[in-house]
């Protein structure tokens, strides 16, 4: 069995998050000398009342450090480090309100407030592995709400095959829209089924706080049997249409990202292997698993396609 219910996990497998919180302050005050400890701009507000949920992996989560601090979020800077060390100056907090405007084939389009979309809905948290398409991997607990309980209550119109989401478009928020790495907005998307399936989370914390600009705050969507690519940050719309959206990553290179993106060690990158991959942290290489380890959940919504041709 892949999946594990939360009872079975050893505590020692995750760090507490009052741990991190704790370390972190402590770590924030002795980098910034005599600022007082509620004061420290890039601590992240704890979230309350998160229940655990089965969806856990029996592997180490890894270090909050580094799941803020090694990321990919080209709107800042193509660097890893470029999220983490221009966020504090260029993001600041979050804008308030954050606006989600909803659109296409839905019976219930408009603006949204991001604090009205979650406001009500249980939190959980969700320990997944998470998969770059550059062969490296990371553990996360995330914290987040089920995508399909959110879609549902814009009632998708039977016309509504795929979802697409996008990013916030501001260069004054993000330093890297300033140029013309990838086609602004960043524009992810899934098929319907897809986006509804219970492993589809829409993440707003991680590590039981906030997300931090550069994990893609207020909310970012999290598929965990696809690649990392497919999970995007900082959304600002949803849009339900019939046909498949034409996604960033497809626009980038067609040959290389496909708009299934599904994890697969059966089909390499055309510049590399996807066999194995490098787990952030550790120096030994994992063999990389089919859907990310997450085939007895999703391998159904595929039936019928073929497994060894890039999709
Ligand atoms: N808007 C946006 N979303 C994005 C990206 C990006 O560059 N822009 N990078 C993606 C990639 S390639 C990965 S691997 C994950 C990384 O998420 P993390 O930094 O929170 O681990 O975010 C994805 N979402
Ligand atoms: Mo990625």
Known sequence: MLVRTVADIRESEVTEPGIWRDRRRFLALGAAGA???????????PLSGLVKTPYGVDEAATPLKDVTHYNNFYEFGTDK???AQMAPSYFGAVPKPWMI??????????EIAYDDLIKGRQLEERIYRLRCV???????????????????RFDPT???KYVAFT?????GRFPGQRGGVLDWPYIEGLRLDEAMHPLTLLAVGLYGEELLPQNGAPIRLVVPWKYGFKSVKSIVGIHFSE???????MKAGPREY?????????????????????????????????????????????SGMDLTVNF
């Open 134 to 152: 550059e062969a490296w991997s990371m553990v996360i607990p995330w914290v987040g709400v089920p995508l399909g309980d959110v879609l549902k």
């Open 258 to 302: 496909g708009f299934y993106a599904n994890v697969n060690p059966l089909v390499d990158h055309p510049r590399w292997s996807q066999a194995s991959e490098r787990r952030i942290g550790e120096f030994r290489r994992r063999a990389t698993l089919a859907f990310n380890g997450y085939a007895d959940q999703v391998a159904g919504l595929y």
């Open 81 to 83: 480090s470029d999220p």
């Open 243 to 249: 046909t498949p959206p034409r996604t960033t990553w």
């Open 158 to 160: 039977s016309k509504a």
């Open 167 to 171: 990013t916030l478009v501001d260069p």
């Open 101 to 110: 405007t909803v659109s296409g084939e839905c019976a219930k389009p408009g």
């Open 35 to 45: 600022v007082a400890a509620g004061a420290w701009p890039a601590l992240a507000a």
